[in-house]
């Protein structure tokens, strides 16, 4: 069983890296999620909080994926 720092470091990187491949500025995302950039840029940080499911799912919209296709790749080790 993983902890929960090793967990909320995967989301981390499976948002940073789901942004890249989209060719998305953190600013980009921040449009098109409604999540604020500050906040965006703490969450693909090496010291990333917990992320809230809610605010997730608005950033899944701005990537243009569902909630379950985010986790699909990463997670399913």
Known sequence: ????????????FRIKQ????KNLTQEKLSQLSGVDY???QLLESKKAPAVRIDTLEKI?????IS???????EFNE
């Open 67 to 73: 909630l379950s296709n985010f986790f699909k790749e």
């Open 60 to 64: 899944c919209i701005g990537l243009n």
């Open 38 to 40: 500050k906040h965006i």
């Open 18 to 21: 789901l942004r890249k491949e």
């Open 1 to 12: 069983m993983e902890n929960y720092h090793e967990i909320t470091q995967k989301i981390s």
